[in-house]
């Protein structure tokens, strides 16, 4: 079967990336700053992309790689990369055939920033692009609420592998969704999870572990039979997407239960697994573009797993046009069989504004 091997790097190299970004997300000071676009990164944010552009370079060194994070500023403080190198050196897996399939360790701090600074590829529709978010939802990460860890490789603009490590989210796929989900992230012994799908092999889940990958099943989206029982996932934060369109869709379609709001594309994993039904992304900003990054793992996972995905206008997501989904608008994900029906009532609320 094609892309066993991308597969397998990819899930253990964002495997071992969560062993450090769950060690960041107990501690109290996460090393934050404040990037130019005024959202944040964390030491968490530069190790993991560190390590995972160091596990794609080893296996895959033709490859591109488009990443969130670049080091600049980290180049001028010395504090800060030290902190980050400490953490880089400490993530290994319990497993040394695993830990030899991801390749050598990073050997020195220039390494590691190197690495780093490799997620900076243009994009583009031609040739194997890696699409990496370190920590997607830093500011869930903050806060203390849900995060992902994201990769996804992208040829000749399809989606073909996409991996999501969600550390806060629960193991059980058939587990429904908690209404404080988003709120209260923990990941006691027991919790984490990574999704991973392969265009054409379908998707799956399987406990996050500290070693070699665990036994993985595969994973579905909820047949909906009635759209009013639905539950739809959309972010906690307003200036991500609109709520109050949301809210207008959802009540247009019938909906009564309240939204479930997490940061991260754990809502894609969420629905997949037939947690939740339907994620919603309706756009607050008219110049913002979303990001490759941000969509590519989730939008296979939820493909893969019997859904549709589409933009507001209900164009399929096009990883094609560089570090952005240039050409799309906000995001429409359901199962496949009433897709259409969500779609419409989009149209409709947006239509009527
Ligand atoms: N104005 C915006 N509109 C939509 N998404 C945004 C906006 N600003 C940042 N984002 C991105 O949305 C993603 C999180 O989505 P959610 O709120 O659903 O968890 C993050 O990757 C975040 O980027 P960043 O990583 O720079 O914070
Ligand atoms: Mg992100
Ligand atoms: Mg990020
Ligand atoms: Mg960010």
Known sequence: ??????????????????????QVFHEKAKGTLSKDDKSPVTIGDFGAQAL????????????????????????????????IW??????????????SELGGPLESTEQMLQAI????????????????????GTKGFLRGGQYAVCLALIEDGDVKVGVLGCPNLPVDDSAP????????GTDEEGKGVLFAAVQGQGATSRPLSRGSLKPS??????????????TFCESVEAGHSSHADQAAIAKKLGITRTSVRMDSQAKYGSIARGAGDLYLRLPVSKTYQEKI???AAGDLIVREAGGQVTDAEGKRLDFSKGRTLAENKGVV????????????????VLGSK
């Open 1 to 22: 079967m094609p892309y066993q091997k991308e597969l397998k790097v990819a899930e253990l190299a964002v495997q071992r990336a969560t062993l450090l970004t769950k």
């Open 52 to 83: 995972i552009i160091q596990a794609i370079r080893h296996n895959f060194p033709q490859d591109e790689i488009v990443g969130e994070e670049e080091a600049s500023t980290l180049r001028q403080n010395k504090d800060l990369t030290k902190q």
């Open 86 to 99: 400490s953490l880089v050196e400490g993530a290994r897996l319990d497993d040394a055939e695993a830990e």
């Open 117 to 136: 600074d490799a997620g900076n590829s243009g994009g583009g529709a031609k040739g194997r692009i890696w699409a990496l978010d370190p920590i997607d």
């Open 177 to 184: 969704l908690a209404a404080d989900v988003g709120e209260h």
């Open 217 to 230: 099943q595969s994973i579905n989206m909820k047949p909906v039979k009635d759209i009013t029982d639905a």
């Open 293 to 295: 990054w941000d969509h």
């Open 333 to 348: 994900a359901a199962p496949k069989a009433v897709h259409e029906q969500v779609l419409t009532a989009v149209m409709e």
